[in-house]
């Protein structure tokens, strides 16, 4: 269900076309993106669609703080007793993926503008839309 509701919105946001970060599509992106990552854990791609069209320094500012307000709460989840040492180990495995793309992201960030980091966004929020079905 999770992947046709990203295939779906992925399909109307393409189908608008010049899509830009107004309210309502910040509304519905950060909507889809709760539901989202509550039923599958993947929430960030609804808000790089909604974003697709920024200058590519605006969209990794808003992705940025969008993961981070996700991190806090996952903290929050952890003084509440519901994310424990598997979850914690699962995470740090992630960790080594952080450090590659914090070293290659200085070279890569010359090559990215806005119309490679739409195709990017599109070709990614399509892939993870598939790989979840």
Do not use: C, H, K
């Amino acid at each position: 269900m999770a992947g046709d509701l990203r295939l779906d919105l992925l399909v109307y946001l393409r189908s608008v076309g010049n899509i830009g970060a107004a309210l309502q599509a910040l509304l519905v992106g950060g909507g889809v993106a709760g539901i989202m990552g509550t039923m599958v854990g993947i929430n960030g791609a609804p808000i790089a669609l909604v974003f697709q069209n920024a200058e590519p320094a605006q969209t990794r500012a808003v992705l940025g703080a969008f993961f981070a307000v996700g991190y806090a709460m996952s903290v929050a989840l952890t003084v509440v007793g519901l994310f424990g040492w598997q979850e914690l180990i699962l995470g740090l495995l992630l960790l080594p993926g952080v450090g590659v793309g914090y070293a290659i992201a200085p070279l890569v960030v010359r090559f990215l503008d806005r119309g490679r980091l739409r195709i990017g966004v599109l070709v990614i929020s399509g892939a993870v839309a598939l790989l979840a079905r």
